[in-house]
């Protein structure tokens, strides 16, 4: 489906400004959503939703369908009485720059259970209410994840093929005696999990109130480590014990001579064939009830995509292998309607690839950082050779910021961009938000770190690096009164103003 002419910002919910080590639903989103008003934007772009996994990352989440307990604003759960005062005083290790992942999660953990104890001990009768209702609605997939979540816990991280056999292979008797042991924990994270969507769907409708849609990030594939995976295993490409066959990736790229192994489990494409793509349909239920459109990552995985065998240390012994897209899009769309789609179709794009995109209405993804270098740039990424029907961002989270990108740019880059954008680049970041902003792309968004002009050393995520990703904020400090006015004016000039009510 087309999107009106519009624009936005890409910024993740850690990356807010707060007290509790990073970022979450506390007023600091709130107000991030009036900064978007006052900046004539219509669209936020977050990352995915999900818990974290290996390297903090949101890409490889213990759930398809969970949301990200450290999220839950902690300000709000004391609002009820179920935290005290005190419970909101913040670590001195907490910086405002960073997200100290390890000190994050024990805090944020440790205060969750305090408020899971006392809503258990004395909720009023509304909330129960409300608690009881959630947990019928997400009936699907929430005692899973639940039970999933205890489970790693008493096996202390272990990955879930290790788990006593009953448990690992999902035996009844097993899977009934250990709801009772753990049932503690199992309440605990349903808690959480209610806490999570209540507090997301106040903070959405606040965003739509004011114009503002949100733009949800929908990773192709899970980590093997999770509920999902667990509990379906007839779904992904694993072997009789549970370990994956074949794991995902990309080949070798602009971004890694060696490809990136991703690790995650590949999907058994014949068994969601052969129930009619019933998961996928409630994945992407879940996803557009969350959100107002969904980008989906690694889009032409769903053509074809890269299959390296588990044994294998890089991504350079891989093979492309075909995939269902069209069967899987239609069975989806016949159930839920016209999905508001955006397809991330970056990498190794084929005319397949293409005319999947095509078929099913979605907007395609350019990227500003790969249209210059003159003979050597991929031409589609610049302006001129832009369609409507496309989403232009300057970078997205896997690029460097702007000004990173500019300072490492080889001479014929910044040549054939100085040329184009008749610029002297002494304001790189602006060079291409205008750019990107002036384009017949319907849709445009800009990373914060380009509105804020900051350097390399505040990207979000270096594809094919494990450790050190995901942790930047911002704080207000930061974002000037110029920014908003700055932003505000180009889309005035560049019709992309949103239709505020």
């Known amino acids: 489906m087309g999107f009106s002419r519009s624009s936005g910002v890409l910024l993740h919910i850690s990356s807010l400004p707060g007290p509790h080590g990073s970022g979450d639903f ?3 989103a709130y107000h991030f959503v009036d900064w978007l008003c006052t900046a004539g934007q219509g669209l936020w772009q977050v990352l995915p939703l999900g818990g974290i996994g290996a390297g903090h990352s949101p890409y490889m989440s213990s759930s398809a369908f969970a949301g990200n307990v450290l999220f839950i604003d902690l300000a709000e759960l004391a609002e009820h009485g179920w935290l005290d005062p005190k419970d909101l005083e913040p670590s001195a290790s907490f910086t405002p720059d960073r997200v100290p992942f390890a000190e994050v999660i024990a805090y944020r953990t440790e205060r969750l259970e305090a408020a899971a104890r006392r809503f258990a001990a004395g909720a009023k009768s509304a909330d129960r209410e409300d608690f009881e209702a959630f947990c019928d609605t997400h009936s699907g997939w929430l005692p899973d994840y639940a039970l999933f979540m205890a489970l790693a816990e008493h096996f202390e991280g ?7 056999s009953g448990l690992a292979r999902r035996r009844p008797e097993a899977l009934a005696a250990a709801r009772e042991t753990h049932r503690a924990r199992i309440f605990f994270w349903t808690f959480c999990q209610w806490s999570f969507f209540r507090q997301w769907r106040r903070l959405k409708a606040y965003a739509n109130a004011r114009a503002v849609q949100i733009i949800g990030d ?3 594939f899970i980590a093997h480590q999770s509920a999902e995976v667990w509990a379906h295993p007839e779904l992904f490409e694993l072997d009789g014990t549970g370990k994956p066959t074949v794991v995902a990736g990309v080949p070798p790229d602009a971004f890694s001579a060696t490809g990136q192994r991703w690790g995650n489990p590949l999907y058994r494409w014949s068994a969601h064939a052969a129930d009619g793509y019933a998961w996928w349909i409630e994945r992407m239920r879940r996803i557009v009830e ?6 989906i990552d690694h889009f032409r995985g769903f053509e074809a995509y890269w299959e390296i065998p588990a044994e294998e240390a890089t991504a350079e ?5 075909p995939a269902p897209g069209d069967d899987l899009f239609a069975a989806v769309t016949r159930v839920l309607g016209p999905l508001p789609v955006i397809a991330e179709d970056l990498g190794v794009i084929t005319a397949e690839v293409e005319a999947l995109r095509r078929k099913h209405g979605f907007p395609g993804m350019r990227i500003l950082q790969f249209a210059f270098g003159e003979f050597d740039a991929d031409r589609r990424f610049l302006p ?6 496309t989403v232009v961002f300057p970078g997205t989270h896997d690029n460097d910021t702007a000004l990173g990108w500019w300072h490492h740019a080889p001479p014929h880059v910044r040549a054939h961009l100085r040329a184009y954008l008749a610029t002297d680049a002494s304001e790189i970041g602006w060079d291409l938000i205008r750019a990107a902003c002036a384009s017949v792309a319907a849709t445009a968004i800009y990373p914060l770190q380009d509105i804020l002009g900051l350097g390399s050393l505040d990207r979000m995520n270096l594809p094919g690096t494990a450790v050190g990703n995901w942790s930047w904020r911002f704080t207000w400090d930061e974002v000037l009164p110029e ?3 700055r932003l505000a004016a180009l889309c005035r000039l560049y019709e992309r103003g949103p239709h505020r009510p």
């Open 26 to 28: 506390g007023p600091a």
């Open 158 to 164: 272990q990955n879930w093929t290790a788990w006593d």
């Open 218 to 220: 929908l990773p192709i």
């Open 290 to 295: 969350m959100v107002d459109i969904v980008r």
């Open 317 to 321: 012994r891989g093979r492309w292998v």
């Open 384 to 389: 001129h050779n832009f369609e409507p029907d």
């Open 483 to 485: 920014h908003a006015r």
